[in-house]
């Protein structure tokens, strides 16, 4: 069981930047992939990013060049670096682990979820 509990969220202007942390419990973290998905009000949950095991990392086309994932396995954390930030980054964030080594965006395959956290970007 792992448990993941988001912070960093906030409100922030068009071109600024925020970082968002996630904390997960237990002894297992490294042996876990880890995701960034973001649903803005009406949308359906999206891909955002993503870091392997290995520090491999992936991110949805939207937020390539804005966006950095990482990890710290001695602190059980993962960070999303968000910079030039736009109104279309609006959105709850999520983070969550997934055990498997398959697919990278796909929500079903990440079988833990935090409680989310607000980012609201103001044009």
């Known amino acids: 069981q792992v448990q993941l509990v988001e912070s960093g969220g906030g409100l922030v202007q068009a071109g600024g930047s925020l970082r968002l942390s996630c904390a997960a419990s237990?002894?297992?973290?490294?042996?876990?992939?880890m995701g960034w998905f973001r649903q803005a009000p009406g949308k359906e949950r999206e891909f955002v990013a993503r870091?392997?095991?290995?520090?491999?990392?992936y991110y949805a086309d939207s937020v390539k060049g804005r966006f950095t994932i990482s990890r710290d396995n001695a602190k059980n954390t993962v960070y999303l670096q968000m910079n030039s930030l736009k109104s279309e980054d609006t959105a709850v964030y999520y983070c969550?682990?997934?055990?498997?080594?398959?697919?990278?965006?796909?929500?079903?395959?990440?079988?833990?979820w935090g409680q989310g956290t607000q980012v609201t970007v103001s044009s």
């Open positions: 870091i392997s095991k290995n520090g491999d990392t």
């Open positions: 237990g002894r297992t973290f490294s042996s876990y992939a």
């Open positions: 969550a682990a997934d055990p498997s080594n398959v697919r990278i965006a796909v929500a079903g395959d990440y079988i833990y």
